[in-house]
């Protein structure tokens, strides 16, 4: 059997990918505009413990990750999106406290042509992108994109 190095040798702190699982926890529950304390209740721990499991300090049992997953409707592969040395990568920038202020702002906008045009806007002010976004009926033409806002 191997042995164990020297406890000067081991890692010390959260390990890296704890403390992303953490993060993208935080960001999915402040999108989602949740306490840590009403998220704590329904999982049946304490706030502590959240705030413990969203700085990585805590790690997070298998069956624990998919009860969050199922509490915070995403996937449980969104815990691991974004995460360096992930071979799939994506251009989240969710990680951002501007990026989740104007998610959070945009989704309060109850006009959906209110909403289509600080859409267009926003892209209008961005560089353009050459591809399809999502794979979904929407396509880059230099800043625009078209869609059909009453089907969006």
């Given at each position: 059997m191997g042995e164990q190095a020297p406890r000067e040798?081991?890692?010390?702190?959260?390990?890296?990918?704890?403390?992303?699982?953490?993060?993208?926890?935080?960001?999915?529950?402040m999108l989602l505009g949740s306490s840590q304390e009403h998220l704590a209740g329904l999982l049946g721990i304490t706030f502590q413990q959240v705030q413990k499991y969203e700085r990585g300090i805590n790690r997070i049992s298998a069956s624990r990750l998919l009860l969050l997953a199922h509490?915070?409707?995403?996937p449980v592969s969104f815990f691991f999106d974004?995460?360096?040395g992930n071979p799939i990568r994506t251009e989240d920038r969710l990680d951002h406290w501007e990026a989740l202020v104007l998610v959070r702002a945009y989704y309060h906008i109850s006009d959906r042509w209110v909403r289509?045009?600080?859409?267009e806007l926003m892209k209008s002010l961005a560089p353009?992108?050459?591809?399809?976004l999502d794979?979904?009926?929407?396509?880059?033409?230099?800043?625009?994109?078209r869609m059909d806002p009453l089907t969006a």
């Open positions: 040798e081991q890692q010390r702190g959260p390990n890296p990918v704890d403390v992303h699982v953490g993060s993208r926890i935080r960001i999915r529950r509490i915070l409707d995403v974004d995460m360096p289509f045009r600080m859409l353009p992108e050459p591809e399809q794979g979904q009926e929407l396509v880059a033409r230099g800043n625009r994109v």
